[in-house]
């Protein structure tokens, strides 16, 4: 199982911005999927997080600016960053708890990151 993040670049503060990330493989369900971000010389944080029934969970640095959906059908999830700020600038790592095609019990697994600059 691989999963595959796209979408980041150098956007202007208040900007808008969308990340995807694809899992691929042998994958029989996607459970809970998540964004973490890290910016230089800091930890890596959780940004948001969605289960499969799409109920959502955000850090509240980026509540009401960022959302996060997911297509089950697609292994898809995405990212929506809007009103972006400096402080938002981060390498973004999307992460999922997947359940391969005979596996009894979901692993979990790390995209392998994209960068967000923002700045003028």
């Known amino acids: 199982v691989q999963l595959q993040a796209s979408g980041g670049g150098l956007v202007q503060p208040g900007g808008s911005l969308g990340l995807s990330c694809t899992a691929s493989?042998?994958?029989?369900?996607?459970?809970?999927a998540n964004w973490y971000r890290q910016a230089p010389g800091r930890q890596r944080e959780l940004v948001a997080r969605i289960y499969r029934d799409g109920s959502t969970y955000y850090a509240d640095s980026v509540k009401g600016r960022f959302t996060i959906s997911r297509d089950n059908a697609e292994n898809t999830m995405f990212l929506q960053m809007n009103s972006l700020k400096p402080e938002d600038t981060a390498v973004y790592y999307c992460n999922a708890d997947i359940l391969q095609i005979g596996a009894r019990i979901p692993a979990n697994y790390w995209g392998q990151g994209t960068l967000v600059t923002v700045s003028s």
């Open positions: 493989g042998s994958i029989r369900r996607m459970h809970t």
